[in-house]
């Protein structure tokens, strides 16, 4: 069973708008939460991340929100430029287990049009 | 820079050849995973190792098998290829106590 859902396969957006990307979670015990980036026939690179006692964090033009109680997370992107077309993939771990893996969603592509 | 390297791009191979992917970490990470993508199944855990010589079923373990015989470096291996085995295979790595991954460019196998 999925613990980190991504529900939109894709995402189209004009060059210059904004880029909203979903993910929801459904265990609790998540507390931190990271977004990847991936272009074809490349690895994923990382983007950015929250911690759980936040619900915003920002970094150029990528911000990712935080709703605990929804257990929801969104990435934005503003404004969205060519070179942002990718696959995201949004993950997300329990850092009090031991091993602390990543569950990752399935990912979300990204076109951004001229 | 963590430098994760993967030892082949592309790679085809016929069923029921042994294959091997390899990969190599310059950043003296103790955590290594294994994972592969598959359009829209996104990314999944084939095997992860915390340490020298452990290692964890992930996910889908089931036709590989993994080995960690030095700190940098995580193999892993198809006994047997099959045709559904024909996926991107990316390796990444980690410090302990830390969540963000650092992943190789990939290989995309192809077994015939």
């Known amino acids: 069973d999925q613990q980190v859902k991504q529900n939109s396969p894709s995402l189209s957006v004009q060059e210059g708008r904004i880029s909203i990307l979903n993910c929801d979670y459904t265990n609790s015990m998540f507390d931190y939460f990271l977004w990847y980036k991936k272009y074809p026939a490349e690895g994923p690179t990382f983007l950015i991340s929250i911690s759980s006692i936040k619900d915003k964090n920002e970094d150029g033009r990528f911000t990712v929100f935080l709703n605990k109680s929804a257990k929801h997370l969104s990435l934005h992107i503003v404004p969205s430029q060519p070179g942002d077309s990718a696959v995201y993939f949004c993950?997300?771990?329990?850092?009090?287990?031991?091993?602390?893996?990543?569950?990752f969603g399935r990912g979300t592509q990204l076109t951004v049009w001229p | 820079d963590v430098k994760v390297t993967q030892s082949s791009r592309y790679l085809v191979k016929r069923t029921g050849e042994k294959v091997f992917l390899e990969c190599v970490q310059d950043m003296d990470h103790e955590n290594m995973f294994w994972y592969r993508q598959d359009p829209g199944l996104g990314l999944r855990l084939i095997y992860f190792?915390?340490?020298?010589?452990?290692?964890e079923k992930g996910d889908i373990p089931e036709g590989y098998s993994v080995s960690r015989e030095k700190k940098e470096r995580f193999s892993l291996i198809l006994e047997s290829a099959s045709t559904n085995q024909t996926s991107m295979y990316l390796c990444?790595?980690?410090?302990?106590?830390?969540?963000?991954?650092?992943f190789g460019s990939g290989t995309q196998l192809s077994v015939l």
């Open positions: 993950a997300a771990v329990d850092r009090g287990s031991t091993l602390g893996r990543l569950y």
């Open positions: 190792s915390y340490d020298v010589k452990m290692k």
């Open positions: 990444a790595s980690r410090e302990t106590g830390y969540e963000k991954l650092f």
